[in-house]
Structure formats: structure tokens, C-alpha cells
């Protein structure tokens, strides 16, 4: 079994196992147990964790619908998954290609030499555009603003790199273009544009030889969230 068949068949395991009501979606106190699984609680003082979990809860549900469905677990548990195997493994992830490309793009417009943590929205935008996500009908500029207020804390100007990451998945369903083949583009092209050139097009937009799986025959259908069942026939789509 390759890894990312693998990574997926460990998370619907997790997922029917958390969900304990059997309602196709992680609710809150699911997710605590989620938490304290993955040894996310470990250093959180005990009279914090709620307003911890409540916090993590907010960032997982990208629809802001009070539930977590399968898709939403999926993109979280997989990437906690992979930091705690890499933790493991002694390594530490502190410059992924990916990550860098973050970084740059995060501290464009500030002072030479940052190296910043968070990213603005107009920031994010010129991600999106530089890196030539952007699709006149899958993906417009207002699909960028929409899904960088999704994927951010209520209340808060900025992202973080994980929340970055899922704002990238939320591209790449949008897409219809598997995550690990959206990653691959972003991370080869050459970085902020100072000027207003028009964004080269991406390979996968225009070359169909390049898709894969579910894909190669149309994309994905569209699924409603709020009825997943891993014993039932309704699932969702995978980037894996």
C-alpha cells in the first residue's frame, strides 16, 4: 500500500472511530478525544482546554457549520499525522518547500530580512495570483477571499502556515486538482512578481494528460457534507 493510501485508509479508521454518535461528523467533545490522542492536550493547562479545543474546533469546521465532516477531518488529521510521524523520526519540518514558499510570500511588503509567521490577505491573494492558482471560473480572485476567510481564526487578520495549508486545499478542491499536484506547482514557480505581468498558466489547468484517478474522468462530484458515512456508499473525494 503506497503512503498516501495508506495516511487515508489510517484516517477513515480514525474518523469512524471518533465519531461515537454516528452521525458523519466529529462534534466537539469528538474532537477532544482527537486532541488528546495525537498529544495535542499534552501541554495545555487543564483549565485551558476547553477554550483550546473550542479554538481547534473553529480552525478544523472550514464550512462554520458546528460540525466536522470527513473532508474538514481529513485535511487536519492527515497533517498532524505526518508532524507526529516526523517528530518522531527526529527530524524537524522547519523548511519544507512549501513552508518557505509561505514565508516568502508572508513577508512580502516587509522590512528585508523578515521572516514572517502569519500572512495577510492581500498577501495570500498575491500567492494565489503569482503562483497561477487562479482560474477565471474554477477559482477567481473572490474565491481566494472567500476561502482566506474561511480558513482564519475568527477575529484575526492574519494565517498561520497550517491554516495556509488547508487554504491550499480548499484551492485544489476548487480545482478539481489533487493537493499533492497543486503543492508541486506552488512550490516551483519563482516566487513574488513586482510587477503586474500576467501569472503564467499552470500545467494542470490546460494539460489533461496530467490528471489522475477521479480526475482523468471529469473531477470529483460534489458531495454534501453533512451526510458522510463510512459504512455507506456517499464519501467523499480524496487529494491523496
Known amino acids: 500500500m503506497s503512503e498516501p493510501a495508506e495516511l487515508e485508509a489510517i484516517c477513515r479508521e480514525a474518523f469512524s472511530k471518533y465519531d461515537k454518535n454516528k452521525n458523519g461528523a466529529i462534534e466537539r467533545d469528538e474532537l477532544t478525544d482527537v486532541l488528546a490522542d495525537l ?6 493547562p487543564k483549565p485551558s482546554i476547553g477554550s483550546f479545543v473550542i479554538d481547534m474546533f473553529g480552525k478544523i469546521d472550514l464550512d462554520k457549520d458546528s460540525h ?4 474538514e477531518f481529513s485535511l487536519f488529521y492527515k497533517a498532524a499525522v505526518r508532524d507526529n510521524q516526523t517528530k518522531a523520526a527526529g527530524k524537524v519540518d522547519t523548511g519544507s518547500p512549501l513552508q518557505d514558499v509561505f514565508v516568502t510570500f508572508a513577508s ?5 530580512g523578515t521572516r514572517a509567521k502569519e500572512m495577510e490577505g492581500k498577501n495570500f491573494a498575491k500567492f494565489s495570483k503569482d503562483c497561477g492558482l487562479l482560474h477565471k471560473k ?3 480572485p473572490t474565491d481566494i477571499d472567500l476561502i482566506f476567510a474561511k ?5 484575526a487578520r492574519k494565517i498561520n502556515f ?5 487554504g491550499l486545499s480548499l484551492c485544489a478542491d476548487k480545482l478539481g486538482t489533487p493537493y499533492e499536484q497543486v503543492v ?3 512550490t516551483s514557480a519563482e516566487g513574488p512578481s513586482s510587477s503586474a505581468t500576467k501569472a503564467e498558466a499552470v500545467k494542470f489547468h490546460d494539460d489533461k494528460s496530467l490528471y489522475t484517478g477521479v480526475h482523468a474522468k471529469g473531477g470529483p462530484t460534489n458531495f454534501d457534507g453533512s ?9 467523499p473525494g480524496s487529494w491523496q
Not at 498529544?39 to 495545555?44: C, M, P, R, Y
Not at 466536522?68 to 473532508?71: A, D, M, R
Request: with cysteine; charged share 30%.
Open 184 to 186: 508541486e506547482s506552488v
Open 227 to 235: 451526510d458522510l458515512s463510512l459504512r455507506g456508499s456517499k464519501q
Open 138 to 140: 474554477k477559482l477567481t
Open 108 to 112: 512580502y511588503g516587509a522590512k528585508a
Open 39 to 44: 498529544g495535542a492536550l499534552k501541554d495545555v
Open 162 to 166: 497550517d491554516e495556509f495549508c488547508r
Open 151 to 155: 480558513i482564519k481564526t475568527k477575529g
Open 68 to 71: 466536522i465532516n470527513y473532508q
